[in-house]
């Protein structure tokens, strides 16, 4: 009845591999973008559980940094996913095969 | 050596993990499949909230906070902002427009997961079970501010730069050009 920090690990591996499958199965831009938000909440959990095991803030911190990251990421991401749609009207991610027009 | 005897405390974490865990899975789970994209962002939220009681029982109060406050907050209304400004009319595709690519993707995902679940199983990572009650101890919000604005200082202003031009960088590619 005691949960390790290993539990939490594979918690994370788990969510992380959800994650990597939706990004590989979907089609539509702003659902890859989510998944990978997801990937990154697993790593994040990781960070954090590392933290614990080793008793120290650092992992913490790490994790912080990468939600400011994340944070920068989703704003320019869903304004390019925003200026492919004007130009082809579609948020598929088969639609945009090309890097201009 | 008590090792084996369960407190309490252990106890209770073991009855907020379980249901989490199964909650967050499920919710994740839900997201990648369904089918309209204002339902997977609904349940990335639920992921999400239940991420900050991963947080709370890992001893990570401030990072908790900012899980709920920035990301089920902040990014997830900017998710579903730009889902209704795309028009959530636009059912997903469900045809497989590469052939194998779906059965291709699930063995790719167990493989991941049995990579990551064999190194977990030979002690790859230590799995002892420590404690921040120490560090802890004058308050995590205080502890941690305490870490960022002096070892971590230099990347923090990076960061804080970071985000301005991420500011500018959306401005310029949501402008509007005729």
Do not use: H
């Amino acid at each position: 009845m005691r949960v390790g920090t290993n539990a939490y690990l594979l918690l994370s591996a788990l969510l992380f591999t959800i994650g990597v499958v939706g990004v590989l199965i979907r089609r539509n831009a702003i659902v890859v973008f989510m998944c990978i938000e997801l990937m990154l909440n697993a790593v994040n959990l990781t960070l954090v559980t590392f933290s614990r095991i080793n008793g120290t803030l650092d992992g913490q911190v790490m994790a912080f940094f990468v939600m400011v990251v994340a944070a920068a990421e989703v704003v320019v991401g869903l304004a390019i996913i925003m200026s492919i749609f004007r130009t082809r009207r579609s948020s598929s991610v088969d639609d945009s095969n090309l890097l201009k027009y | 050596m008590t090792v084996l005897a369960v407190t309490a405390t252990e106890r209770a974490e073991f009855l907020t993990f379980v249901p989490l865990a199964i909650l967050s899975v499920v919710a994740a789970v839900a997201m990648v499949l369904s089918r309209n994209a204002v339902y997977s962002a609904l349940m990335l939220v639920v992921n999400f909230f239940c991420l900050a009681g991963f947080y709370v029982l890992l001893e990570a109060q401030f990072i908790a906070a900012v899980q709920v406050i920035v990301y089920a907050g902040a990014i997830m209304v900017l998710f579903l902002f730009v889902l209704m400004l795309l028009g959530i009319g636009s059912e997903d595709v469900l045809t497989e427009t590469i052939p194998g690519q779906r059965p291709a993707a699930a063995v790719l995902g167990l493989l991941l997961l049995g990579a990551v679940g064999f190194a977990l199983a030979n002690g790859g990572f230590g799995g002892g079970a420590g404690s921040l009650a120490a560090v802890n101890a004058g308050g995590n919000v205080q502890a941690i501010g305490r870490l960022l604005f002096t070892r971590y200082v230099f990347a923090f202003e990076a960061v804080g730069m970071l985000l301005v031009v991420a500011a500018v960088g959306a401005l310029v590619l949501g402008k509007w050009r005729q």
